[in-house]
């Protein structure tokens, strides 16, 4: 055993990646303030490829900022505006590091691992179990069957 604790890899945005997360954040700041639709578009175009999870999570978290406040459907309250720019400034920032770590590694850094398929493993333990007793020597089929 290591006597120094387990530390996470530090990793700095570069300037373009800073740059990106910033602007990001101020068009954030404009679908709140702004009545176009134009920025909700930008917003959408400049987030991707994790746009769509960043809406979906900014709706749902502001929909749920909204009821402990105790807001009505017609206002925005600013902790609901918080949670908004918040949501999809990280989720720029998520993008500007898949995008570093694209541009230092090639596509293999985000390309699948091959690894143990866990799924089939369990699925051939079962197999396995069905044609043999457990080790109490009853094959009942109760739900636990003594494995658990």
Request: glycine fraction near 8%.
């Amino acid at each position: 055993m290591s006597d120094r604790a387990a530390t996470i890899a530090t990793t700095r945005l570069s300037g373009v990646g800073q740059l990106y997360v910033t602007t990001v954040g101020a068009v954030a700041v404009l679908t709140v303030i702004a009545e176009s639709s134009t920025w909700y578009v930008a917003l959408v175009l400049l987030a991707l490829p994790l746009s769509l999870l960043a809406l979906w999570v900014s709706f749902y978290a502001g929909v749920a900022i909204g009821f402990v406040v105790g807001s009505e459907a017609s206002e925005l309250p600013w902790p609901v505006a918080l949670v908004w720019v918040l949501v999809w400034t990280m989720t720029a920032w998520l993008n500007a590091q898949l995008g570093q770590k694209v541009r230092r590694k090639g596509w293999a850094a985000v390309a699948p691992r091959r690894g143990r398929d866990h799924d089939q493993e369990w699925l051939d333990a079962q197999s396995s179990d069905e044609q043999d007793p457990d080790e109490h020597g009853s094959d009942d089929g109760g739900p636990w069957n003594g494995r658990y």
